[in-house]
Each structure stands twice: as structure tokens, then as C-alpha cells.
């Protein structure tokens, strides 16, 4: 919600979404699914690559990995 508000205010058009699938679920399923096929860009942030490598079903900070399963599940709704 405040990162679509955020965006629009900046012109850029937006269609925010509710998650409601468990994060863990989430993360073992879809990105360990596409986790062979996962390449970061040069300049990508340490720290969310390190977050994502160090997940557990028990990680305090799972933004990371989550963000990365949604961009997994919309590649694999789009094949």
C-alpha cells in the first residue's frame, strides 16, 4: 500500500495486490522452484542477497526472500 502510493505520487502507474499466501510456503515453493535459474544483476544489494541465502522458515527478516518468490510467481503465471 505505501510503496503503490509512493509510485503514483511519483506518475507512475500502479496495481497494488493482498498477499495472502504464507510466507514460508511461499518462499519454499516458487523461488526454490526457479532458485536454479536466479541470476542478480551487478550492483545488486549484498545485504538482500545475503538475506535471501540465509533464509530459514525461522529467519526474522524474510522481506528479502519473500520479494524474491513474488517476482518468481509472476515469471512462472507469465510462461
Known sequence: GYLARELRSR???????AEGMNKHVKIATHLHRWWPKVVFVRGTDRAYI?????????SAHDDAPDSAACIARLIRQKE
Do not use: E, R, S
Not at 506518475?11 to 495486490?17: D, E
Open 50 to 58: 545475503d538475506q535471501i541465502l540465509d533464509y530459514t522458515a525461522d
Open 11 to 17: 506518475g507512475a502507474m500502479v496495481k497494488p495486490y
